[in-house]
């Protein structure tokens, strides 16, 4: 069974460009979730979708977006990047109860 | 809402001794709660679950968990470390009565396996 797949796995882009990362869940699951993970930080919460509604959002401005699709892979869209948007960036897949994440895609901001 | 806790950003550890990382949580109903251990520039790696039963469980590498509800705590236990469980250790909690249930994380605690 193929696990959590995103793309890309690295990315640098400049400041104020915009940038769209993708995440395909594992066959059965329906619920996505994005996370950052800044250096040294823990994993902060972006948004969740499920059955392709938006569940809940973390504490982040309105420039970071995202989207389900009917096969349940998501999107998550950044505009106008800054600088401190560089972080690991963590997509985990659920059906019930745990998730399974991604190997995630490192986004440098230069 | 839910929140988690790990008290220790660093926890050091000879090889061959017991290990624990610790993890307290907060929900208004009852809680799923979840160990994931992460390795540097890769993501996290599911370990272990407690939805319902046993207070005690076990997951993968030898690790187990024990669910205390009286003092809402769910610390991560390996009676004998292998330098090879040096990394960052993630526990999450999700509350089972919150529609909005989202999945939350604590800040991660760095283990160190001194051979």
């Known amino acids: 069974e193929a696990g959590v797949t995103q793309s890309p796995t690295h990315l640098i882009k400049t400041r104020g460009q915009q940038v769209t990362l993708r995440c395909s869940p594992i066959?059965?699951?329906?619920?996505v979730y994005w996370y950052q993970q800044a250096l040294g930080l823990g994993l902060q919460f972006l948004l969740w979708?499920?059955?392709?509604?938006?569940?809940n959002r973390g504490n982040f401005p309105p420039r970071f977006s995202g989207r389900q699709f009917p096969n349940y892979s998501s999107e998550l869209n950044v505009n106008a990047l800054e600088l401190e948007d560089s972080a690991l960036y963590l997509c985990?897949?659920?059906?019930?109860?745990?998730?399974?994440f991604g190997q995630g895609t490192r986004l440098t901001v230069v | 809402a839910q929140s988690v806790a790990q008290p220790e950003d660093q926890v050091n550890v000879a090889e061959g001794n017991p290990l624990t990382v610790k993890c307290t949580y907060s929900?208004?109903?009852?809680?799923?709660l979840f160990w994931y251990v992460q390795y540097p520039n890769r993501g996290l790696q599911f370990l272990l679950k407690?939805?319902?039963?046993?207070?005690l469980v076990k997951g993968s590498y030898g690790f187990e968990a024990e669910f205390n509800k009286s003092q809402t705590s769910f610390h991560l236990k390996k009676p004998s470390a292998l330098v090879s469980d040096s990394a960052l250790y993630f526990c999450?909690?999700?509350?089972?009565?919150?529609?909005?249930?989202?999945?939350?994380f604590g800040k991660g605690t760095r283990l160190h396996i001194l051979p």
């Open positions: 985990a897949s659920s059906r019930r109860s745990e998730a399974f």
């Open positions: 066959s059965g699951h329906t619920s």
């Open positions: 979708y499920d059955e392709g509604e938006e569940r």
């Open positions: 929900v208004s109903g009852n809680p799923y």
């Open positions: 407690y939805i319902t039963g046993d207070n």
């Open positions: 999450a909690v999700r509350d089972e009565m919150n529609r909005d249930d989202k999945i939350i």
